[in-house]
């Protein structure tokens, strides 16, 4: 299995208050796309939109403001069983966002894609938490044709 | 062990156009960071050097204007024999530009930062080649506190 990973720093901003943008469904739609809908609660599904397709996912763990992890039960072959891991840390000023997208079996291109797309998704979602603007889809950033 | 993947597309750039900015030091220089020296032809050791340290990198392959391949031979010790691995695809007006930073013993923290580092120099990459302007160091892309 091959895994995704990422972090990012928020500045001025402590874990609670990184905790919503990724445990409601307002906060979800202000950096990774506006077409957020669905239960945001653990054991809900929470259902994801973009411009060619979609994921749900369901909440697996909400338990504390320093974990969230959800699991993919619709979407694209590659995504279906894998799971996204957040996981939350005061550093002083700043909250440190790991962040894990576990379990491809193949490290396809599309996983190269996904890779290098998440990453601007965390900096959408550090945008958002540090000026009040993030950039989710359809105003997200472009890294190759159309994606 | 553990790998960073990542894809961008850079568009109206043909292979020939990309393979200089990863094959030169000054096209190194331009997206990654300003302080880049050394010999960038296959069996050379190109150095790579950003505010907080560097990298030096054995030049392992860059037989044809599809791949480059370089080893870490110095550097922070998470690095040190780790390979980073391009290759670039015509696709219609666009290059697609895989990249792999394979090797890592454990998915350290640190793993996360440069998978997400990585991206935003991807993008900076990118940029360069589209635009004529990257982001190299010291004027790059911040993801966290000092990184």
């Keep these: 299995m091959f895994d995704i990973v990422h972090r990012v720093a928020v500045e001025n901003t402590p874990p609670e208050a990184v905790f919503p943008a990724l445990t409601t469904i307002d906060g979800l739609a202000g950096w990774w796309t506006t077409d957020t809908r669905g239960d945001a609660a653990e054991g809900g599904v929470i259902e994801f939109r973009f411009p060619p397709g979609g994921f749900d996912m369901?909440?697996?763990?909400?338990s504390s403001a320093e974990r969230v992890r959800w699991q993919v039960v619709a979407g694209p072959d590659e995504w279906v069983g894998t799971t996204v891991e957040w996981s939350l840390r005061?550093?002083?000023?700043?909250?440190?966002?790991?962040?894990k997208h576990?379990?491809?079996?193949?490290?396809?291109?599309f996983m190269h894609h996904c890779s290098t797309k998440w990453a601007t998704y965390l900096m959408s979602l550090k945008a958002l938490l540090e000026t009040g603007t993030?950039?989710?889809?359809?105003?997200?950033?472009?890294?190759?044709h159309p994606d």
């Design 58 to 62: 369901k909440v697996l763990e909400t």
């Design 134 to 144: 993030g950039s989710p889809s359809p105003r997200d950033v472009h890294i190759a």
């Design 102 to 109: 576990a379990g491809w079996s193949e490290q396809v291109e």
């Design 90 to 99: 005061l550093d002083g000023d700043w909250t440190v966002v790991l962040f």
